[in-house]
Structure formats: structure tokens, C-alpha cells
């Protein structure tokens, strides 16, 4: 590692990437490539001599760039955003300048601790009940995506009920989610063993806001209990991925207390929005909660990877996952029984990514973060006036956070709108010009359009809904020719 070629090469490639951000809106949103596009264009095998830098940033731009869907397109809508930022980007270098490998406090002390006290900032930020702090057993960690949050947790809470009442009534454990918990949450279950029997999805509909109806979860519990099953863990929403759809948290945390559950509070998406003070109360009732995530790299300016999970003891993630072989004893350890993040995730090696949320917390303040939050939010809103306005469209779902469901009305119902709406979402995506996606709720094809992305402004909103609508009108005249 010669520190003066890092400075070189360094300063061009941030000169590229500069160069990119720059002209993001010129490239196609989504990838035109096909299939396999990149065999014929790159060679067999690795090469035996070094080659020039410059041939490989002429190949970037060449090869892989046309093979990038842009994310970072101020005309990206699809899924949920990654949004980043000069912050982000900062302090994902500095993550991997560095590359410290912290999976116990000695292999970086800072690691550890200043993870510890950017996850307590952010959950003072979010207003997070005490039990959540580094000041009791509770607290943060952080993991790459809300999937690893999940599973974590589910194992942790699989560990603790086993070691009460036994190995052997494993098949008896019972998991509870909405038809709209995210699909991970069915992947957790089979990689902790949880009987494939035994994974209730209670349905929700538009009269509940595709929220979970406690009522139906009450009557759940009570059902399973009676032929001998064991309730022991909920995932619950806040922020559904196809509607943005909220669990009423409150409710469901009485039910779980009562009944001994584990109880979990996925917000991947929507948990950002509640930094400010007028979206917090959909985390009312987060008190009932054991555990709860949020993925800042989804909405507050931290570059992927980066996902906050916090427990309220984070003893039953250490009883669950501690692995402590005599190669990794050290003094520290053992002398202040220092809990290492290493035993309360699936991997052992880890990133120091708290330098990237420290980063964005100190570049931007508190108050531009939520400012971020609030224009994304007032731009959804606008793009939700903008399809009320042309009568051939509807809107599906309540319009929640920065997240908009609508469709095109189709001339029948038959198919529920999937050949029309899918038409349209292929004709507009085929454009470049924009990006978004699509979910399918109550048989319903419908079409979501998530505003997010950091460069995002009200042209935007506005030159993607002509986009629509023009292609809107072609799609439909084919189907009534
Ligand atoms: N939970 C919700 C509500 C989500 O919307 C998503 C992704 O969009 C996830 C979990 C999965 O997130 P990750 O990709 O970080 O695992």
C-alpha cells in the first residue's frame, strides 16, 4: 500500500465519481442491458500483469456503467430509495480506508464504542423508551439490512423460550405476522427451524389500513394454545413494503405481553420518518416491544450498508449467538465482561459502519435530516394530487409517508388491472427516463411509486407523472383497438 498511489488514484476516482453524480439524470434509470451482457465484453480470466488505472476507469464507464440500474436517478421511485449523501459516502471510505475488522472490542475499541453511542443518539432521536439505551442491558447494534435484524432476533427469542421449556418442543413454536410483514420474515423461520406448520399469516384488508386486526391475532393465539401450540414470537410493521402500512402497535404489544411473546417491530422504511415529531406516533406502543430495527441507509442519508437494531436486553442476543473459542479470549474481556458485537449477530468479522451515521449526524445536523424526510414526503404528496387530478387513475391505498400506491382504472376487473397496470410499468420503465415499481394487495395489481432518492426534486415529480400519463394513453388505446 503505497500511500502516495492511494492519493493518486484516490483523487481520480473521486473525480469519477463526482464526474457520475453529475450526470446521473443523463443515463437510463433502470438498465437496458440484457442477459449475460457483460460476458461477452469482459475476459475469461483474471489478469496476470497489473493493468493501467485509467483502462479500468475507461472500462467502468464502458462496460459496467450500462449495466447499472442508478439508484441514486433523482428519477428513481422503485422499491424502497437508498439514499446517500456526501456524508455517507465519507464515511463508507473512511470504513474502508481503515478496514478495521471489529468483531470484539479489542480488534478496535473505537468500533465498539462510538457503535454504542451513535445507536444511543439515534434512538433519543426517535424517542425510544429507555429500555432501548446502552445504560441498562438494552441497546443498539448495527447490522447490515433489516433481514439480519430479523433473523437475529426470531433466534434469540427461539433460544430464550427453549431454554424454559425444553429442546424437544421446538415443533410446537408458533410465529405471527400479517400478509404484509416482508418476506424475509418466512425465510427467518425456516433458517431458525420453525415448523413450516407453524408460521401464521393473518390477513389483513383495506378497512384495518392493511394493518394487523388484533382481534384476528387474539383469536390466533388462542386457537394455536388450545391445541397445544406456543405462541412466542410477532413481527410486526411499521411501514409495510408494498403500502407503507402501519400495525397498530399498541394493541398487538398488549396481546404479546400477555401471552409471554416475543414481540418485534420491523420499520425498516417508515421508523426514519419518525425522527420527527409528527410521524413519532406511529411508534406508539413501541414500549411492549423486545426488539425493534430501522435501516437508515433506506432515508437518512447513510450509504448502504446500514441497519439499527435495537433490544431491551441484549443478553438474550449474547445467550443466542455467543461463540467464544480460546483464539479470541483476551484480558479486556475478561476483565469488564465486555459484550462484543460479535454475539449478537450471524457473522463474526464486522464493519465499522457507525463511522458512516456519525458522519451523516455531524456534516448535517438533526434538522437537516428531517428535513430530508419532510420534503420527500411533501413531494409524495404532491405526485398523490397530481394522479387524483386525471380521472383514468386511482389511488389504492392511503397515501402514507413518501410512498404513493395508485393504478390505472382498467376497463375491467377480471384481472384485477395486472395486464394493464404491468403494460404501463413496462412501457414507462422501458423509457429511462424514470424508475418505479409495482405490488399486488387484495388481488389488486398495484402500482407503488416511493420518493426518496437524495436528489430528488419537484421537477422530478413532475416530468415522471407526464411520463405516465403519456404512456398511459398509448398502453390504453392498445386495449381498446
Ligand atoms: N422490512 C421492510 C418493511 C422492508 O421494506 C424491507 C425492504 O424494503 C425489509 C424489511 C428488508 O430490508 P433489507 O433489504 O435491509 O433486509
Known sequence: MDAEQLRKYGHKMIDFIADYYKSIEQFPVLSQVQPDYLKDLLPNFAPDQPEKFQDILDDITKKIIPGVTHWQNPNFFGYFSASSSIAGFLGEILCSGLNVIGFNWLTSPASTELEIIVLDWLAKLLNLPDKFLSS?????????????????????????????????????????????????????????????????????????????????????????????????????????????????????????????????????????????????????????????????????????????????????????????????????????????????????????????????????????????????????????????????????????????????????ENDGGYELNSKLLDAVNSTGKLFFTHTIISDKYILRFAVGATLTEERHIIESWKVIQNQATLVSRKFTQ
Not at 166 to 189: E, I, P, T
Not at 233 to 249: E, I, K, Q, W, Y
Not at 342 to 368: A, P
Request: aromatic letters at 10%.
Open 136 to 412: 441498562g442491558h438494552g441497546g443498539g447494534i448495527i447490522q447490515g439490512t433489516a433481514s439480519e435484524a430479523i433473523l437475529v432476533v426470531l433466534l434469540a427469542a427461539r433460544d430464550k423460550i427453549l431454554l424454559r421449556i425444553g429442546r424437544n418442543s421446538m415443533d410446537k413454536l408458533v410465529v405471527y405476522s400479517s400478509d404484509q410483514v416482508h418476506s424475509f420474515f418466512k425465510k427467518a423461520c425456516q433458517i431458525a427451524g420453525i415448523h413450516s406448520e407453524n408460521f401464521r399469516v393473518l390477513q389483513t384488508n383495506a378497512s384495518s389500513g392493511h394493518g394487523i386486526d388484533p382481534r384476528i391475532l387474539d383469536q390466533a393465539i388462542h386457537d394455536d394454545m388450545d391445541i397445544g401450540l406456543i405462541p412466542f414470537f410477532l413481527c410486526a410493521t411499521v411501514g409495510t413494503t408494498s403500502s407503507a402500512a402501519v400495525d397498530p402497535l399498541v394493541e398487538i404489544g398488549l396481546i404479546t405481553e400477555e401471552n409471554g411473546m416475543w414481540f418485534h417491530v420491523d420499520a425498516a422504511y417508515a421508523g426514519n420518518a419518525c425522527i420527527c415529531s409528527e410521524y413519532r406516533h406511529y411508534l406508539d406502543g413501541v414500549e411492549y416491544a423486545d426488539s425493534f430495527g430501522i435501516n437508515p441507509y433506506k432515508w437518512l442519508l447513510v450509504n448502504f450498508d446500514c441497519s439499527c437494531l435495537w433490544v431491551k436486553d441484549q443478553r438474550d442476543l449474547v445467550n443466542s449467538l455467543t461463540t467464544n473459542p480460546v483464539y479470541l479470549e483476551n484480558m479486556i474481556f475478561r476483565k469488564n465482561n465486555f459484550v462484543d458485537f460479535k454475539d449478537m449477530e450471524i457473522q463474526i468479522g464486522r464493519r465499522f459502519r457507525s463511522l458512516k451515521l456519525w458522519m451523516v449526524f455531524r456534516l448535517y445536523g438533526v434538522e437537516n435530516l428531517k428535513e430530508h424526510i419532510r420534503k420527500n414526503i411533501k413531494l409524495a404528496r404532491q405526485f398523490e394530487k397530481l394522479v387524483r387530478s386525471d380521472n383514468r387513475f386511482e389511488i389504492v391505498c392511503p397515501g402514507m409517508f413518501s410512498l404513493v400506491c395508485f393504478r390505472l382504472l382498467p376497463h375491467n
